[in-house]
């Protein structure tokens, strides 16, 4: 089959298309024959730079989150068999996504609905399950407000629809107004550019100069980070899961905090409550209540040039690989 393979981190030129030996599923494992896999900031594009703190043994294949056929299934299998359409995750410690072939963990792999193509899958496996975590770790409320970060983002698209279907008020911040205006496509009540405005100003036009009760903040923009905990309405609760745009060093007011009573809390700790609601999630993909923003779809053999639009922030949703495609 073919594969991307990483012999060295570093850059884009590190993705080299080649000629590998089929996998085999072991025990508990399904083979599925990839139609999607997404390009990741931290997971994919930090991970082969060698930036992301979880460095594999070289040589290895990225891609966490492919989608596709089962076409062989292991010793112990249950519940899927040869041609289930699936959606799965990896594991975070051999990855290999990024091939014609790929082995998961049956535990790890979702039966995708009919109507929901491989690219969505993909995307809906990868983020909504995080997302659905990140809002109940919030206590989200109806009739509260919310602020979005980076809100056309792949997972800030997700918690903006999770955040409306519980009935919150959602303030969407992005760099852009391209961007500003994929988010309020996707529902949200009002949009801030905050390259072009103060994040602070528009946040305090929003909600009646009270600030929004939960900010969800996975850019980690040191300019912008302050600004969005000065946006929080007392008693507010601010949940980060991710530092795109910067290294994770980021200036608090302490004294905010606490005359504020604030909290920052870190979304990853709910984790796996999320990977229980992405059955709901592929349900709701079909049923056309929950969507995803896909900037657009390339061949795997265009692995490197999609790692640099996506490291280039030049792209407005998610980019997607397709192993079967040319």
Same mark, same amino acid.
């Given at each position: 089959?073919?594969?991307? %393979?990483?012999?060295?981190?570093?850059?884009?030129?590190?993705?080299?298309?080649?000629?590998?030996?089929?996998? %085999?599923?072991?025990?508990?494992?399904?083979?599925?024959? %990839?139609?999607?896999?997404?390009?990741?900031?931290?997971?994919?594009?930090?991970?082969?730079?060698?930036?992301?703190?979880?460095?594999?043994?070289?040589?290895?294949?990225?891609?966490?989150?492919?989608?596709? %056929?089962?076409?062989?299934?292991?010793?112990?299998?249950?519940?899927?068999?040869?041609?289930?359409?699936?959606?799965?995750?990896?594991?975070?410690?051999?990855?290999?996504?990024?091939?014609?072939?790929?082995?998961?963990?049956?535990?790890?792999?979702?039966?995708?609905?009919?109507?929901?193509?491989?690219?969505?899958?993909?995307?809906?496996?990868?983020?909504?399950?995080?997302?659905?975590?990140?809002?109940?770790?919030?206590?989200?409320?109806?009739?509260?407000?919310?602020?979005?970060?980076?809100?056309?983002?792949?997972?800030?698209?997700?918690?903006?629809?999770?955040?409306?279907?519980?009935?919150?008020?959602?303030?969407?911040?992005?760099?852009?107004?391209?961007?500003?205006?994929?988010?309020?496509?996707?529902?949200?009540?009002?949009?801030?550019?905050?390259?072009?405005?103060?994040?602070?100003?528009?946040?305090?036009?929003?909600?009646?100069?009270?600030?929004?009760?939960?900010?969800?903040?996975?850019?980690?923009?040191?300019?912008?980070?302050?600004?969005?905990?000065?946006?929080?309405?007392?008693?507010?609760?601010?949940?980060?899961?991710?530092?795109?745009?910067?290294?994770?060093?980021?200036?608090?007011?302490?004294?905010?905090?606490?005359?504020?009573?604030?909290?920052?809390?870190?979304?990853?700790?709910?984790?796996?409550?999320?990977?229980?609601?992405?059955?709901?999630?592929?349900?709701?993909?079909?049923?056309?209540?929950?969507?995803?923003?896909?900037?657009?779809?390339?061949?795997?053999?265009?692995?490197?040039?999609?790692?640099?639009?996506?490291?280039?922030?030049?792209?407005?949703?998610?980019?997607?690989?397709?192993?079967?495609?040319?």
């Amino acid at each position: 089959m073919k594969a991307i %393979v990483v012999r060295a981190f570093g850059g884009p030129e590190q993705l080299r298309l080649e000629e590998v030996p089929d996998p %085999v599923p072991g025990p508990g494992e399904v083979l599925v024959r %990839v139609h999607a896999v997404s390009v990741n900031t931290t997971l994919d594009v930090h991970l082969v730079a060698g930036a992301s703190g979880m460095d594999p043994a070289l040589p290895f294949t990225p891609g966490v989150d492919p989608s596709g %056929v089962v076409e062989a299934v292991g010793e112990g299998v249950k519940g899927l068999k040869a041609g289930d359409r699936v959606a799965a995750i990896t594991e975070l410690a051999t990855f290999g996504g990024y091939a014609e072939l790929a082995v998961v963990r049956e535990s790890r792999a979702n039966v995708v609905p009919d109507g929901v193509d491989f690219p969505t899958a993909t995307v809906v496996r990868r983020h909504f399950g995080m997302a659905h975590s990140m809002v109940a770790e919030s206590g989200l409320r109806a009739g509260e407000s919310v602020l979005v970060m980076g809100a056309a983002g792949a997972l800030a698209v997700c918690i903006v629809q999770l955040a409306k279907e519980m009935g919150a008020t959602v303030i969407a911040g992005a760099g852009s107004a391209g961007r500003v205006a994929a988010a309020v496509g996707m529902g949200a009540d009002y949009g801030i550019d905050y390259r072009q405005g103060d994040l602070v100003e528009g946040v305090l036009a929003a909600t009646d100069g009270r600030g929004v009760d939960v900010v969800f903040e996975n850019v980690g923009d040191p300019v912008l980070w302050p600004k969005a905990i000065e946006s929080m309405a007392v008693g507010g609760r601010l949940l980060t899961v991710g530092t795109h745009a910067g290294d994770g060093v980021l200036p608090v007011d302490v004294r905010r905090l606490y005359r504020n009573r604030l909290r920052i809390i870190g979304g990853l700790g709910a984790g796996s409550r999320g990977d229980t609601f992405i059955d709901e999630a592929l349900r709701g993909a079909a049923e056309g209540r929950y969507r995803v923003l896909i900037d657009r779809i390339m061949p795997l053999s265009q692995a490197a040039e999609a790692f640099r639009l996506v490291s280039g922030n030049t792209v407005t949703g998610k980019v997607v690989l397709d192993p079967m495609a040319g």
